[in-house]
């Protein structure tokens, strides 16, 4: 079945260590794979998507993901991280059909930073 | 960049009313809309796709009766859960998609609770 797993449910680190949110999918062919951060009630904001070329992308606020097709893998990774950062991280997918098709969300990985 | 407004932030009813939730993309057109229901600390749960000018698709086991969704024009779609009962209390999310790029543009959601 098609589906995207995040292995860590809560993940804590402290304010200015490294960080890496691990993404998983399994697809058939290589999905368009996007990762968006949640705060508390809020909505979701995308932090970087990949469709294809470089495997390495830059998103926003100084987070990056690494596409691995050999490992199914889309982690998230941010070299320092900051108080601000703690929320609610979710990985999600889109299958390449060529129309606005859905995003199907991995369950989520809640970072705790301390201080 | 792309805005997606979603109003109301958050709305206490009773059991037994109905509910509508807007969710208008500000400054671009979306021809496709989706609406999504999270639980406490869980994940986003497709609950269906909206096209304008046509009926919405849902995802197994949404009751597309008791939620309405209407999109009416490239703007706007709303969201009605009616005759809600205590259970139907969650958290409300709509994404509008400009297909051109995949971009999926989130409203700030809707806290709903029924009492």
């Known amino acids: 079945a098609q589906s995207v797993t995040q292995p860590d449910i809560h993940i804590t680190v402290s304010e200015g260590a490294s960080l890496e949110l691990r993404c998983n999918y399994s697809y058939g062919a290589t999905p368009y794979l996007f990762w968006y951060v949640q705060s508390p009630g809020q909505g979701l904001q995308l932090l970087l998507k990949y469709f294809s070329g470089d495997t390495l992308v830059q998103g926003i606020k100084g987070f990056e993901a690494e596409f691995k097709r050999s490992q199914s893998s889309f982690n998230l990774r941010k070299p320092s991280v900051h108080w601000s950062d703690a929320a609610e991280y979710f990985c999600a997918v889109v299958l390449n059909t060529g129309t606005a098709s859905k995003l199907t969300f991995g369950t989520g990985t809640r970072l705790q930073v301390t201080l | ?115």
């Open chain 2, 1 to 115: 960049g792309a805005v997606v407004s979603q109003h109301p932030s958050w709305v206490i009813c009773k059991s037994g009313t109905s509910v509508k939730i807007e969710c208008r993309s500000l400054d671009f057109q979306a021809t496709t809309m989706f609406w999504y229901r999270q639980f406490p600390k869980q994940s986003l749960m497709l609950m269906a796709t909206s096209n304008e000018g046509s009926k919405a698709t849902y995802e197994q086991g949404v009751e597309k009766d008791k939620f309405l969704i209407n999109h009416a024009s490239l703007t706007l779609s709303t969201l009605t859960v009616t005759s809600a009962h205590p259970e139907d209390s969650s958290f409300y999310i709509c994404s509008a998609a400009q297909t051109s790029n995949y971009g999926y543009t989130f409203g700030s959601g809707t806290r709903l609770t029924v009492v």
